[in-house]
């Protein structure tokens, strides 16, 4: 099987916004399909491609909250790139902010 893209365009958490779509490629490895975002180095494997996605949703969410909120200096390259997109991408909706309006 070669390689399939797709795209999300939400994380389905209403806490987070997806700013760009994320692209997911599914790829086969023997009889397992492997679901990778292949810019933040983090894959899933699951008994159904909506169990993937969803693992996937939620490492995003994750490594959102862990490494967004981090100084660059902190980080090296690879996860400061890791930022770069997940600051592109996601952005964490405030309720408060918008119920102010």
């Not at 999300?8 to 987070?16: H, P, V």
């Not at 996937?56 to 969410?61: P, Q």
Request: with cysteine; proline share 1%; net charge negative.
């Amino acid at each position: 099987m070669q390689d399939v893209t797709f795209t999300i365009t939400s994380l389905g958490d209403c806490r987070y916004r997806l700013k760009k779509p994320i692209t997911i490629t599914l790829s086969q490895d023997d009889d397992e399909e492997i679901y990778e975002i292949k810019a933040l180095g983090t894959w899933a494997m699951s008994s159904s491609k909506i169990g993937a996605i969803a693992e996937l949703k939620e490492e995003v969410i994750i490594l959102y909250n862990e490494i967004a909120v981090l100084k660059d200096i902190m980080l090296g390259t690879r996860c400061q790139q890791r930022k770069q997109f997940l600051l592109d991408h996601v952005e964490k909706v405030d309720y408060a902010k918008s119920n102010s309006d």
